[in-house]
């Protein structure tokens, strides 16, 4: 089955074995082939361009200097990794295929490091294994009658898990096993999944903001998602812990507390999400997403508040659940809320930056509706021009603009109505909106 063919799902279910030498010895093997692979990397130099901004009569200019990097390159010859097999299997007392799935892993987790570190966001450190967890290939369990079998050590331990009354049984039918992920309490099954070809006839662009996920589509117009509640729910939870940390340093013995309360925030923010992502594949079927490829580490500035409502966001969480439900494109997020959709001019904040206005053509948009329609635009192919605004966007909107005519009475093509900050109304409306007109749709939450 071709990769692109079908998607992985995953469901757990719990067990009472005891095997926690099992996953100490895995763990430590884990450590052992990365540390391996680690001692035999090759460090290359490599110079870079970087920059830094100085302003001068209130003008930036870019100073552009070059640096001196050392780039790692990370052994993967077929010599080397059986010389690194035949290194680990010495001490190994279980299954043998385990030191496969260990070097698997150990290489999934050092290219991970080496992308980061590439891009600045890691040291030059060797990653360390925290959790304890087994990665179970497909050759070291069977699966028969709704039953697996999964070898620890051959012809003497075995670990046994009855599917026939799981939750999911219905779901699974007639699917493919994959990989298993083996925890101290759980059992992690993935199924390979296939993938239904879609007709994708519509493209919407999404804007994502502190409060709000705006949205831009011109069969619909203006798609407003108030985030509010998601961000109450981290707000909450940030109150609590911070009361049960002040707590546990007086009385170390309720400091379970304090993590009790980040897998509670954890837990409530991925089903809002989930739902959320569910209730927008259902209310827009055929339809490709866009979204920002948003990094977080790229807007901390020195403001600490800021850099907590930054934290707080589900930006790539949003993302991520999209992604397997539908299909979805990352655009670039520079410059999308500050150029013209229309001419690509440059654009000017008005009313503390709610409303931004064209310094070349007049366009005067709501900031997060101008973002949403680059978003847009840009996941189109579309370049900014006042003729290809026109054909791809005002053309399209004309048979809605004329329903709602005859319904409202009038539709303007300005105003700035939309707003980043939290509403006053709690129990506000998904809307799917045109400036000075809109339709309320309630969020099934």
């Not at 580490?297 to 707080?312: E, L, P, Q, V, W």
Request: aromatic share 10%; proline share 4%.
């Amino acid at each position: 089955m071709q990769k692109d063919s079908y998607k992985i799902i995953s469901y757990k279910i719990k067990h009472n074995y005891s095997i926690d030498d099992f996953l100490l010895s895995y763990r430590s093997l884990l450590q052992s082939a990365i540390h391996i692979v680690w001692e035999n990397i090759t460090w290359i130099e490599r110079q870079e361009k970087k920059y830094y901004v100085v302003e001068n009569g209130g003008k930036k200019t870019r100073k552009y200097y070059y640096v001196k990097r050392l780039i790692p390159l990370i052994p993967k010859t077929r010599v080397f990794k059986k010389r690194l097999r035949d290194e680990l299997l010495k001490d190994w007392t279980y299954a043998s295929h385990y030191v496969d799935s260990a070097i698997k892993v150990a290489y999934s987790i050092l290219k991970s490091w080496r992308r980061n570190y590439v891009n600045g966001e890691r040291k030059r450190e060797k990653p360390a294994v925290k959790r304890l967890f087994v990665r179970v290939k497909e050759t070291l369990y069977t699966y028969k009658d709704g039953k697996i079998k999964v070898t620890t050590t051959p012809r003497k331990q075995y670990l046994g898990f009855d599917l026939t009354k799981a939750w999911f049984k219905s779901r699974v039918e007639g699917l493919d096993l994959g990989e298993l992920i083996l925890t101290k309490n759980e059992l992690i099954i993935t199924f390979r999944k296939p993938t239904e070809k879609k007709n994708h006839v519509e493209c919407i662009g999404w804007d994502s903001n502190l409060f709000s996920l705006d949205g831009f589509p011109p069969k619909y117009g203006w798609i407003k998602i108030d985030l509010s509640k998601l961000y109450h729910i981290h707000r909450v939870h940030e109150i609590k812990r911070k009361n049960a940390q002040s707590i546990a340093s007086k009385k170390p013995i309720v400091k379970e507390r304090v993590s009790r309360h980040g897998e509670r925030e954890k837990n409530r923010a991925k089903d809002y999400v989930h739902k959320l992502t569910t209730w927008l594949i259902r209310m827009f079927p055929n339809v490709v997403h866009g979204f920002e490829d948003l990094n977080k580490t790229g807007m901390f500035n020195k403001s600490r508040t800021h850099n907590r409502d930054i934290a707080k966001q589900n930006w790539k969480q949003i993302v991520q659940l999209m992604s397997y439900k539908t299909e979805v494109k990352l655009v670039d997020p520079r410059n999308t809320s500050s150029t013209c959709p229309r001419c690509g001019g440059k654009m000017l904040k008005l009313q503390g930056g709610r409303v931004v206005r064209c310094s070349r053509c007049g366009l005067e948009i709501d900031r997060q509706l101008c973002g949403a329609m680059n978003i847009y635009l840009k996941m189109c192919g579309f370049p900014q021009s006042p003729s290809v605004f026109y054909r791809a966007v005002i053309k399209k909107m004309i048979p809605r603009w004329k329903v709602q005519m005859r319904a409202l009475g009038g539709v303007t093509t300005k105003g700035g109505e939309g707003n980043d900050m939290p509403p006053m109304n709690s129990r506000r409306w998904l809307s799917l909106m045109n400036p000075k007109a809109y339709i309320g749709l309630q969020v099934p939450m």
